[in-house]
């Protein structure tokens, strides 16, 4: 019985391994960033290395997160810096209608959220898209704008995911830190690692589809 149940296949022993898996990755990801302008490269080598874990596929992930995080460095440094620019609208709105929302009208509180949510909707689909996909910023922010639009269900799922750990800190946990510093990042994406990985799949399949017919 001892032996199914510590078996490496076994449930119990994935569940350890991958919680082991995202809490180094949440590790590595927060001190990548301490210098603010690399937030850019930590965050799509997160998220690639996520889409990794889900799908399942073999290799360290220490190795991989690096790996990833040094491809195209000086293009990332500059896309993260526009993704850390559309955050601090996106907050700055949030943080207004939190606590100034006495001074906003119903006509201006729906646009502003709809704006939040825009802004927050193409960051979560930019940045693994900047991970996985070797394309111009701009045609990777195109991308992630009819990505949104085109998957709003998953969209509103992986939005959904952020707050799952916030939502602890309010309804269950007295202090936000220690989860902050131990799945803060890593467990939110690695859950939209697992809601867009069917539709990466299929832009994959399409590029090389698509690469075999210009080939012929």
């Known amino acids: 019985m001892l032996d199914k149940i510590f078996n490496f296949d076994s449930p119990l022993v994935r569940f350890v391994f991958r919680v082991r898996d995202l809490f180094v990755l949440n590790l590595l990801t927060l001190v990548c960033m301490i210098p603010v302008f690399t937030a850019g490269p930590a ?3 997160l998220a690639f290395t996520c889409l990794k874990i889900a799908r399942e596929e073999d290799g360290s992930i220490v190795r991989t997160y690096f790996k990833n995080f040094k491809m195209n460095f000086k293009q990332t440094v500059l896309f993260g810096l526009v993704c850390l ?6 907050f700055g709105d949030i943080f207004a209608l939190y606590y100034y929302r006495e001074l906003f009208t119903v006509f201006m509180i729906i646009p502003a959220v709809i704006a939040v949510i825009v802004v927050f909707g193409i960051l979560v689909w930019a940045i693994p898209m900047q991970g996985r ?5 701009g045609t990777t922010f195109k991308n992630a704008f009819w990505a949104m639009l085109a998957k709003l ?3 509103a799922l992986m939005l959904i995911s952020f707050t799952v750990i916030p939502s602890l800190y309010f309804f269950v946990s007295g202090n936000f830190f220690p989860l902050i510093i131990l799945f803060g990042l890593s467990f939110p994406a690695y ?3 697992i809601i867009y990985e069917p ?3 299929e832009t994959e399949e399409a590029i090389l589809d698509r690469e075999e017919n210009s080939g012929e």
């Open 199 to 201: 539709f990466f799949t």
């Open 153 to 155: 269900p998953k969209t």
């Open 85 to 90: 620019v559309l955050a601090a609208v996106g």
């Open 43 to 45: 965050l799509k080598a």
């Open 133 to 137: 996909f070797l394309n111009p910023i």
């Open 191 to 193: 859950l939209n690692a």
